[in-house]
């Protein structure tokens, strides 16, 4: 057989041809490999480090991410669709199975992150603008407040003269009024403090305790359900706000710092090897084969690699190389 026989046979790209035969060769032996010899932790942290060097570097990608974002944000803007319209059925579907299961998280771990002081200040701020609101409502003048409905006639006269009078009774009486709101407001700031620990804990207690399991699953079905219900126009509004150049630009600085310590590869190394250390030594065979995953990947590796060696064999320099190696 010369090199032009060979060279036509191999060019063969039919099903079960040479070259499909050489596909599913190649893809076996790798398919024998053990992940890390494929993927070797060294070789990948390096290659991932080269790739955020070289987008870091980027006089464009700042723009090129905003661009890209700018885009999405106009298609969700003119999308007339809730997010449960524009994903697969099957998604809401399973994402409610998931949400109903039982299930009660940690109370000292929903606590920890409950109970920090930004959500602490902002609560505080909350209760404590109910509890004013309620006092000065309560405090209002008895013509005015239904608490005080019970007032006798001469309480309310005496203070119907004490609001219209503007000698020194109604200088005492605003007076009055003003110390007993200052002593209420700082009740109720005493009373906030106090009730803040009581208000989380209770809070933890509602979200943790496995008795009210049905509870926690109809609050997330519920909350899914709100996520769901979501127009896609409103989530494109919603990203138009936010400031991507700027965060993009937070990103680039922490990264590139980070980068040019030198530990980012070692600290990139032992990431990959702790992902494989429980799989990294199976051959790719082993783990693809209990997912069910094994003829997929055969199928799919074999017409990829025939697709990228079909324009390979049928090239000229390939011809010229198989012409030299036959003589």
């Known amino acids: 057989m010369n090199a032009q026989d060979l060279l036509a046979r191999l060019q ?27 993927l070797p932790p060294a070789l990948a942290a390096r290659a991932l480090r080269a790739a955020l060097e070289g987008w870091l570097a980027s006089d464009t990608a700042d723009r090129e991410l905003a661009s890209a974002l700018d885009h999405l944000q106009r298609q969700l ?14 998604l809401p579907k399973m994402l409610s199975e998931l949400a109903t299961r ?21 609560a505080r701020a909350l209760l404590l603008n109910v509890l004013i609101e309620f006092s000065r409502k309560v405090s209002a003048p008895v013509t005015e407040n239904r608490i005080a409905k019970g007032f006798s006639g001469l309480a309310k006269f005496a203070a119907d003269q004490a609001k219209s009078s503007g000698g020194a009774l109604g200088g005492i009486a605003g007076a009055l009024s003003d110390e007993i709101e200052r002593q209420v407001e700082k009740r109720a700031r005493d009373f906030a403090d106090s009730a803040l620990s009581g208000l989380f804990q209770q809070l933890a207690d509602a979200l943790t305790d496995p008795t009210r399991a049905s509870e926690q699953a109809e609050m997330r079905v519920a909350l899914l359900d709100g996520v769901l219900s979501l127009p896609l126009a409103k989530l494109g509004q919603e990203l138009s706000r936010s400031d991507i150049p700027g965060s993009a630009k937070v990103v680039r600085k922490a990264l590139t ?3 040019s310590t030198r530990d980012a590869t070692r600290e990139l190394e032992g990431l990959i090897t702790r992902i494989m250390e429980r799989d990294g030594k199976r051959p790719m065979r ?42």
Do not use: C, N
């Open 12 to 38: 063969d790209a039919s099903s079960d041809g040479p070259l499909d035969r050489l596909a599913s060769l190649v893809v076996e032996h790798e398919l024998s490999q053990p992940l890390e010899s494929l």
């Open 77 to 90: 803007s003119q999308d007339p669709r809730t997010v449960r319209e524009a994903v697969p059925p099957e």
């Open 102 to 122: 039982r299930y009660s998280p940690d109370r000292a771990l929903v606590l920890s992150i409950l109970d920090r002081p930004p959500v602490r200040s902002l």
């Open 257 to 259: 710092q980070w980068l």
């Open 286 to 327: 082993e783990l693809l084969e209990p997912l069910g995953l094994l003829d997929t990947f055969q199928d799919l590796g074999r017409e990829s690699l025939r697709r990228r060696l079909t324009p390979v064999v049928a090239s000229e320099p390939f011809a010229r190389w198989l012409e030299e190696l036959m003589k």
